[in-house]
């Protein structure tokens, strides 16, 4: 019998064939029938509402803190057992958004996600104690400040503020190497964490970094429906999750000011070339069916032109928030992370983390 509850957010028929079965079957029993947060009034309160079902659960570290900075906190997470002499490697981590279901005076139940306008210190513990756990480093994760009561740059003060508490501090208060910086994020979290790149190799002295793992990262905010230069604006106009409109809207939500969206601590794509000649090496993960495929893979390349060492990874099937999909894929077929790993059963959504942290963790024992 069909349902008799209105649909919001249908999927376009030609995104069907394309989509993971497990993302679709999600989609049409949750998100489906719920208004996105770009379609109705803007309300900070959208922040306290209870998240959507799609991420796991965090895995068991060995300690969990949360540690001031001048306007904003940090959580760390360190691992189990006994650090090494010099000290864990640590993971500088900047979190993409959260979907949460907010009721809504205006249209009642509403999905949420994204931009430097959601999202917060709990929003990806979940791929947090992953990297701690199976990448063997503390993880840094920051809670920056969002727009739109504090637009940018006020994200990427607190990103850049972290960075060198973690290089002055991280030894004396964390026990950390910092001779084994890396620095991550997802999304909007993933531009931080590219612009924090490359503050890192403008710094006077430069910040040696290990590793710089971006996944889905926003590197232009000039990028526009049009498809120039990025065709997958048009392809994947249609998409779930991040649709054209949806991702304008948490730009102007960040930066309203269309003339900042050029500079580089804005666009990391427009960084100095001296910055990206001395980036450390990158791992890039792509979605398929996401805006921001194209411009990812610029990235990519510009880096590699710099000499830097880039590997990117394209997940077939997948959407715009495909890091935060894995609890999905469990809870769809009724699988534990145990089955999983002795079936094994694969999914994009769930090879995306393992990816990142073997990633992670090659990078760590490279050096």
Known sequence: MASSRQIYQPIHPDFLVKLLPEYVEFHNANTAFFPAVHQVPWDPAVRKGAPVMGGSEPLKVGNVKDVPLSKCTMRIFTPEGTAPAEGWPVFLFFHGGQSYLFQAWFAGLI???????????DTENAFSTNMCKHA????????????????????????EEALHWVYTQGKAQLGVNVNKIAVGGSSSGGNLAAIVTHKAALASPPIALTFQLLVVPVVDNTASPSGVPYASWIENANTPSLVPEKMIWYRQQYSPNEADWTKWDNSPIFAPEEAFKKSPPAWIAIAELDILRDEALAYAEKLKKAGVEV?????????????????????????????????GWDSPTIRLVSDAAEALKKAFESL
Do not use: Q
């Open 111 to 121: 999905t949420t996600a994204g931009g430097w306008t959601l999202g917060n210190v």
């Open 136 to 159: 063997s480093c503390v993880v840094v994760s920051v809670d920056y400040r969002l727009g739109p009561e504090e637009p940018y740059p006020a994200a990427v003060e607190d990103a």
């Open 311 to 343: 590997e990117t990874k394209i997940y077939k099937g997948s959407p715009h928030p495909i890091m935060a999909m894995d609890g999905m894929v469990l809870l769809i077929y009724s699988l534990s992370l145990t089955d999983l790993f002795y079936s």
